[in-house]
């Protein structure tokens, strides 16, 4: 079971793992042993999940989820497998706690009447830098 919140738990058996040889430096080991994983998590059919989790999830994990609502995470960090399968466990139950909090909503502010006044100022003083600025076209010729 991995426990998300206190009201959200995906069980195991939602949870599909796949070992695959990893790529990159290693030499030997890294050819004979396959250590890296492949996190499947199906977010679109998974009952454990809200439907607001479900929706801000595959909003924000659009590029890791493929066309079937499955949610893929690779882990191939470490030379051993029980590493690399708590790096990705690890990294999708960040991802999970991270949606699983309803975002602040914002409220709109109105600037104040004195910053107004400020930045109105600002202009006028800059307007006034730039007209100075300019020259008398028939005193040029």
């Known amino acids: 079971m991995l426990m998300v919140t206190s009201r959200i738990a995906i069980p195991e ?3 599909e793992e796949r070992f695959i ?9 890294v050819n ?9 998590f199906n977010v679109a059919q998974s009952p454990s999940l809200p439907d607001e989790v479900r ?5 924000l994990a659009a590029g890791r989820i493929n066309a079937d609502g499955v949610l893929l995470i690779e882990a191939s960090r470490f030379r051993s497998q029980d590493q690399n399968r708590e790096a ?5 139950l960040e991802l999970l706690r991270k949606v699983a909090k309803r ?5 709109p502010t109105q600037p104040s009447a004195a910053s107004e006044q400020r930045r109105l100022a600002t202009k006028q003083q ?16």
Do not use: C, F, M
């Open 32 to 40: 004979k042993v396959a250590t890296a994983v492949q996190l499947r």
């Open 103 to 107: 975002p602040k909503r914002r409220i």
């Open 13 to 15: 058996k939602e949870l």
């Open 21 to 29: 040889h990893a790529s990159g430096p290693g030499g030997q080991h």
């Open 126 to 141: 800059r307007a006034a830098l730039k007209k100075q600025r300019r020259g008398n076209p028939r005193l040029d010729d």
């Open 88 to 92: 990705a466990r690890k990294r999708l």
């Open 55 to 59: 929706r801000r999830l595959l909003k």
